[in-house]
């Protein structure tokens, strides 16, 4: 099984600031399938990236996904009020399909 | 407009068994695997399951191996999760996902349906 371990736990930042998220694999992702997905309370996941780097659609571009092998990297190149949430990333690559035990990205 | 729509949660004993649905419209079901994935209050997103399009490819994640049971009904536009020999660690937000044109990871998702174990 692939161990997605995610940094920091929580992240305090300031609105127009950047957030960059890491997400680390016990393992090689197999064709970078990995995926980041954004949650908010009381809502289901939303698709950001997959792929790695793949913007789902309708998604801004001040998303961004990086890395392959076991480095990938989400990054908000500029913090909207309504980017403060909790951040997950998964592999699906192999089964099973793992999930990071998330980011939560708050306002300072 | 993709819509899934999980139903059959509830409060179920420690040993007991539940069955959930995933109603979905506004694609063909037939042509993507589907996704169950839960969310125990308060804790984060484990993934649970898949099937594959036409039902003969499923996987399970270790800790429900043995004990659920994923299908789907084509004809129906359905996926299931039979759930047996349920424990109080099941508790959890049911989601079921659709990866949609993205092949692998998980674009749409319905909103969930609680199950709940405990005596």
């Known amino acids: 099984e692939i161990v997605l371990t995610q940094s920091p736990g929580t992240l305090s930042l300031s609105p127009g600031e950047r957030a960059t998220l890491s997400c680390r694999a016990s393992?090689?992702?197999?064709?970078?399938?990995l995926a980041w997905y954004q949650q908010k309370p009381g809502q289901a996941p939303r698709l950001l990236i997959y792929?790695?780097?793949s913007r789902a659609t309708g998604i801004p571009d001040r998303f961004s996904g990086s890395g392959s092998g076991t480095d990938f990297t989400l990054t908000i190149s500029r913090l909207e009020p309504e980017d403060f949430a909790v951040y997950y990333c998964?592999?699906?690559?192999?089964?099973?399909?793992?999930f990071g035990q998330g980011t939560k990205l708050e306002i300072k | 407009e993709v819509q899934l729509l999980e139903s059959g949660g509830g409060l179920v004993q420690p040993g007991g068994s539940l069955r959930l649905s995933c109603a979905a419209s506004?694609?063909?079901?037939?042509?993507?695997?589907m996704h169950w994935v839960r969310q125990a209050p308060g804790k984060g997103l484990q993934w649970v399951s898949v099937?594959?399009?036409?039902?003969?490819?499923?996987f399970y994640a270790d800790s429900v191996k043995g004990r659920f049971t994923i299908s789907r009904d084509n004809s129906k536009n359905t996926l299931y999760l039979q759930m047996n020999s349920l424990r109080a660690e099941d508790t959890a937000l049911y989601f079921c996902?659709?990866?949609?044109?993205?092949?692998?990871?998980?674009?749409?998702w319905g909103q969930g349906t609680l199950v709940t174990v405990s005596s």
């Open positions: 996902a659709n990866p949609g044109y993205t092949s692998g990871s998980m674009y749409y």
């Open positions: 506004g694609f063909t079901f037939s042509n993507y695997a």
């Open positions: 099937i594959s399009r036409s039902g003969d490819s499923t």
């Open positions: 393992q090689s992702v197999g064709g970078s399938y």
């Open positions: 792929g790695a780097s």
């Open positions: 998964q592999q699906y690559g192999s089964s099973p399909y793992t």
